[in-house]
């Protein structure tokens, strides 16, 4: 069974390096793998019934390019993770559109060692942090 292979591989330095594990994307996807199996707690990273998640994804922005080179436009956000209700889109980018009887969707960025960023670009008053 391939799980087998891929436990070989993590105890191997050679073929697998441990900060390749340990980096804030692989945790995060084991975390939101064990709160998606194990539903008993409520904390924030509880998740409703027929909520999933998923990693590594593009999400639209709000606020649109409206011509070429318009500067507080903004393209997709990459976030790191989310738990909720939602289809993978068929573009190919890892994005995804809510479901019409959406319930749950929580948006959450993987930090190890850098904090939150304070402001953006194009909105000073705003943070990486939403609670």
Request: proline letters at 5%; hydrophobic letters at 35%.
């Amino acid at each position: 069974m391939y799980i087998n292979k891929i436990a070989q591989m993590l105890r191997s330095p050679y073929t697998f390096p441990p900060t390749l594990l340990y980096n804030e994307g692989w945790m995060l996807r084991l975390v939101l793998d064990y709160y998606s199996n194990n539903s008993g707690s409520a904390n924030e990273l509880s998740f409703i019934d027929n909520s999933k998640w998923y990693s590594e994804l593009l999400l639209p922005s709000p606020f649109s390019p409206r011509y070429r080179g318009d500067k507080l436009g903004e393209g997709y956000t990459h976030a790191d993770g989310v738990i909720g209700n939602f289809i993978i889109q068929n573009h190919g980018k890892g994005d995804i559109k809510l479901e019409k009887t959406v319930m749950q969707f929580k948006v959450i960025e993987a930090k190890k060692y850098s904090p939150l960023s304070k402001g953006t670009s194009n909105c000073s008053y705003n943070t990486q942090l939403f609670i």
